[in-house]
């Protein structure tokens, strides 16, 4: 197995590495490898699959379904699958992945070092309370991790730093079929979207606000709520490509103003209900391949936090700096959370999480550090899959477990052998 030079980076683009990566097929071409980084399709918007300098781990070759139960549910796959892909395959068999994050590029391994959250999280809690079973190399040999362990723990949002995931099981559930029903009601302002997510009792529930309203209009958007469904043939809609970077003015105030009112205005006042192909509910961008190129060359940030319950008016005041900035993009989320994770550097809690892309400028880095220093005021975390420019000294605060997962990738990866870029920057191994 070789290695190849290549430059390669996260999906906002704004952070690069350039170094050795190799791409093995089977586990004992990885065996054979020197320790290093693993990285899935690297759907991480920042630096946390980056190994700059250094030597990283492709395994999107590791994509095979194992085995699945259809007794209990437990499907057996390789670190490498994607998610979109198992859901596909599996929802007109009646089952899904318990939770899937906004991308079915997304893969296995990759939603177990985030331990991602999706669209249900309110009710279902993180990616990683449904995983079973954990198969990590470590030191050229697999060791099994299961729940209850510190390793299973440290494992879980932690980063890919306690070995490199080659298969995991995780508990599939039950569904009605591969469409959703999905009602969608506007939110005419930042009380009425709150109280919407508050009472929704769907199984999945999102909500997109429009960054660029103001006064009254504060927090607009639209909430979508969806259960799935069966019987309805619904054709998607076929995948379109960026071909080229936009220029920089593609997403200029004006343009992104006159774009938020017109999709806000494209639900009826009333509301309506539609169906929807799986995928275009779950994972909506993945139809337009490279998406991240309409931000440029130079790339984009995401800034994601969740605050508190009791936080919400300083969300509203996040929201406020964004909107009087005039440098919001038209992707802005904002979920109601449960208390569900996983592992000690799981980035969920019970609260309000607000996701909103940003083109890479200097006044836009300056705003998503006001924004970030607002999160550790409101006592709130930042998402280590979206970040790309805190500081150590934040995330420390955000978790409190961080000295347990300190200690158990010592044992895990003596060496730091592991570390990757987001890490060096976070200086998280570090005591």
């Known amino acids: 197995m070789s290695w190849t ?58 994509d095979r379904l194992i085995g699945f139960d259809a007794e209990s549910g437990i499907l057996e796959a390789e670190a490498g699958a994607r998610i979109g892909d198992i859901a596909a395959t599996f929802a007109p068999r009646g089952w899904l992945p318990a939770v899937m994050p ?28 449904h995983v079973t079973e954990i198969t990590l190399l470590q030191n050229g040999a697999e060791t099994v991790t299961t729940p209850g362990s510190a390793l299973f723990e440290a494992t879980l949002g932690g980063l890919g730093q306690s070995g490199v995931i080659t298969r995991a099981k995780i508990r599939m559930i039950p569904c009605k079929g591969d469409v959703m029903f999905v009602t969608e009601r506007r939110a005419r302002g930042w009380d009425e979207h709150l109280a919407f997510l508050d009472a929704s009792t769907a199984s999945y529930t999102v909500g997109w606000i429009d960054a660029t309203a103001r006064g009254a209009s504060l927090g607009r958007g639209i909430v979508e709520e969806g259960e799935t469904g069966a019987g309805i043939v619904r054709v998607s809609p076929k995948s379109r490509a960026v071909p080229m970077d936009a220029p920089h003015f593609a997403l200029a105030k004006p343009i992104v103003k006159a774009f938020n009112q017109a999709y806000y205005h494209r639900v009826p006042a009333r509301g309506r209900t539609v169906v929807k192909p799986l995928a275009e509910f779950f994972f909506p961008l993945d139809k337009i391949h490279d998406w991240n190129r309409l931000y440029g060359k130079r790339g984009f940030h995401q800034f994601q936090c969740v605050v508190p319950l009791a936080s919400a008016p300083a969300l509203r005041a996040m929201l406020e700096e964004i909107a009087a900035s005039g440098l919001a993009s038209p992707l802005a989320v904002l979920k109601r959370m449960g208390a569900g994770r996983a592992g000690y550097l799981s980035f969920p809690m019970e609260g309000y999480t607000l996701a909103i892309d940003f083109p890479n400028r200097a006044p836009a880095r300056a705003l998503i550090k006001r924004l970030e220093a607002m999160t550790a005021a409101a006592e709130g975390r930042l998402y280590f899959a979206k970040d790309s420019l805190a500081e150590g000294a934040q995330i420390r605060a955000m978790y409190p477990d961080l000295p347990k997962w300190q200690a158990e990738v010592a044992k895990a990866d003596p060496d730091a052998a592991l570390t990757t870029d987001l890490v060096r920057r976070l200086n998280l191994r570090s005591a």
């Open 102 to 129: 906004g991308t079915g590029f997304a893969t296995i391994g990759g939603c177990i070092a985030q331990d991602v959250h999706g669209k249900n999280h309110h009710h279902m809690g993180s990616f990683g309370q």
């Open 5 to 62: 030079p290549t430059d390669y980076a996260g999906w906002g683009r704004a952070l690069r590495a350039s170094g050795e990566v190799a791409r093995p097929e089977q586990l004992h071409a990885l065996a054979a490898l020197d320790a290093a980084p693993a990285m899935g399709m690297r759907r991480s918007y920042g630096d946390a699959a980056l190994n700059n300098g250094g030597r990283a781990i492709d395994m999107s070759r590791f």
